[in-house]
């Protein structure tokens, strides 16, 4: 269980080592995070600013948002972002709300599946999590994808870790990876 721990830690920093070479992409799939009513929370707004960010850098990438509604959330996930995004200046006709996902590996099989897989695209999510996003996209058939990770400065990366590290093995598991 040990070996299998270390094996996930590894995983996440060899992602964070493919960070560095992100080129212009013609997607990117910014995956959901709960809301808090209408609210994002801070690893969706962390996520979203990142895709804010990498939309103004590149203006001729779209951008699939995907996250559907979960409990306690008054509006889905991609709304939320397509909100943030369209107040800070994105054009709508530039975003795709992907809205029935409600785990990392619905949120890449259905944004797949809006877009298509021969494009070049980019997971944005937090920078703990890009490993198994870009894993998750590649056991579904895309072959040219790259992780934009996002920061998250939070205590709570005490929890996140682990809890991370256990998805990577139950992904594993489960055939996602």
Not at 69 to 80: D, H, N, P, S, W
Not at 99 to 120: C, M, P, Q, V, Y
Request: net charge positive.
């Amino acid at each position: 269980m040990i070996r299998v721990h270390a094996e996930a830690a590894r995983n996440i920093n060899i992602a964070a080592e493919e960070m560095r070479n992100i080129p212009r992409l013609e997607y990117i799939i910014v995956l959901g995070a709960h809301v808090e009513g209408t609210r994002l929370t801070l690893a969706l707004l962390e996520r979203t600013r990142r895709a804010l960010q990498y939309l103004q850098e590149n203006p001729e990438t779209k951008a699939v948002l995907s996250g559907g509604k979960g409990t306690g959330e008054a509006i889905t996930e991609a709304q939320a972002m397509y909100h943030y995004l369209t107040e800070h200046g994105i054009k709508g006709e530039r975003l795709i709300l992907e809205e029935r996902s409600t785990s990392t590996a619905e949120n890449l099989k259905f944004s797949l599946d809006l877009i298509g897989l021969d494009h070049s695209v980019g997971v944005v999510t937090n920078h703990f999590h890009v490993f198994r996003g870009t894993a998750i996209g590649r056991k579904c058939g895309c072959r040219e994808i790259y992780p934009i990770p996002s920061r998250y400065r939070s205590w709570r990366l005490l929890i996140y870790i682990p809890r991370e590290i256990l998805a990577i093995i139950k992904d594993k598991i489960i055939g996602n990876l």
